[in-house]
């Protein structure tokens, strides 16, 4: 028969509560009693149950997470394994909860101060309004955001410098001499605003602002558009065509690549590609492109999340991250006309 609490507390010769609060009040006992009665209910092979302790402390051990794409997406998966990787071995659980549209984000933040889903609250890549920050505020829930475009309202922040990584893909592709530059972005049809934009915007300001005269076009690609088919009829569709693509993010690059390549366009001899991300499949596909790390982002907003619940000082709340640019062979000079495929300097393609 499994031992209770009672004979912990009959062979420690202390009360229950005591016991109880041994376990999850520690800073209410005495060090001696403490280790005595861990001692004994190690004995004992005793544990207080995880309803218990949830019960006791007031809290729920729970972290909401709110993702509006996928968890299996690269950014979402990297992130996950972060954040796990802390929160697991403090005892807490995160729950993942799918918003699609801004509605579904005010029905959450309207939910949560009654029935208190979780002890913080996680917001990757997209944006909170004042309604949202107002209703945590009430309930002393924290708000961390994670690659959102400000750090407005947010308890914490962690976030790669997008802007700093556009300039680097694009003084990157200046350097090589490439002068015709088209930006291929992902145009969501949901009602949330992603921090991604901010990167379609960081293009259009950097090549506005180059010394070097640009000549820049933009494609947006289109929720549904799996294969990238209105992109690309778009983007062959250019006179004259570009030198060079810069995409959003690397699974637009290496969609994009693999498209070109099917109907005989060669990268880089015929058009450089760079992405953003450095995903799983960058390096074997030599996608030059622009490196952030999600599971050092979701790290660092554990840590500083679990601070912040513990009542503790949070050492730099709102962090912005410097990538990384990586080189590989999807960028090059551009190439004079009779080392290129005539296929792509106009003639017809697909």
Not at 2 to 7: G, L, M, N
Not at 97 to 118: D, K, L
């Amino acid at each position: 028969m499994a031992s209770t609490i009672q004979d912990v507390a009959d062979k420690a010769h202390v009360s229950v509560s005591t016991v109880s609060r041994a376990f999850t009040r520690p800073d209410l006992v005495s060090e001696k009693t403490r280790k005595k009665v861990l001692a004994i209910a190690e004995e004992l092979n005793f544990a207080v149950s995880r309803s218990a302790t949830v019960f006791q402390s007031g809290r729920s051990f729970r972290i909401a997470l709110l993702l509006s794409a996928p968890v299996t997406l690269w950014f979402n998966v990297q992130l996950y394994d972060g954040l796990n990787s802390v929160f697991h071995d403090e005892g807490y659980d995160i729950s993942i909860y799918p918003i699609g549209q801004a509605s579904e984000r005010a029905a959450f933040f309207s939910s949560m101060p009654v029935r208190r889903y979780a002890d913080a609250v996680i917001v990757p890549s997209f944006d909170i309004d004042t309604t949202d920050v107002e209703k945590m505020r009430t309930v002393g829930i924290p708000l961390a955001g994670v690659n959102t475009s400000s750090p407005e309202g947010f308890d914490i922040w962690e976030s790669t410098d997008d802007y700093l990584g556009v300039n680097m893909a694009i003084q990157h592709l200046v350097s090589l001499g490439h002068r015709r530059i088209t930006y291929v972005s992902r145009r969501s049809t949901t009602t949330l605003s992603y921090s991604a934009n901010s990167r379609r915007q960081a293009f259009t300001d950097i090549c506005r602002n180059s010394p070097v005269p640009l000549h820049t076009t933009i494609i947006d690609v289109i929720d549904g558009d799996l294969h990238l088919d209105g992109a690309f009829a778009e983007l062959i569709a250019q006179s004259p065509r570009p030198t060079a693509i810069c995409c959003q993010e690397d699974g637009i690059a290496i969609a994009l690549m693999c498209k070109l390549q099917h109907f005989g366009v060669h990268i880089p001899q015929d058009v450089s590609i760079i992405g953003f991300d450095d995903n799983d499949y960058a390096y074997d596909m030599g996608l030059t492109t622009i490196r952030q790390i999600p599971r050092d982002l979701g790290v660092q907003t554990a840590l500083k999340t679990l601070s912040f619940i513990n009542g503790e000082p949070v050492n730099e709340p709102y962090a912005k991250h410097k990538p990384q640019f990586v080189c590989r062979s999807s960028t090059a000079s551009p190439f004079d006309s009779s080392h290129r495929n005539p296929r792509w300097d106009g003639a017809s393609i697909g």
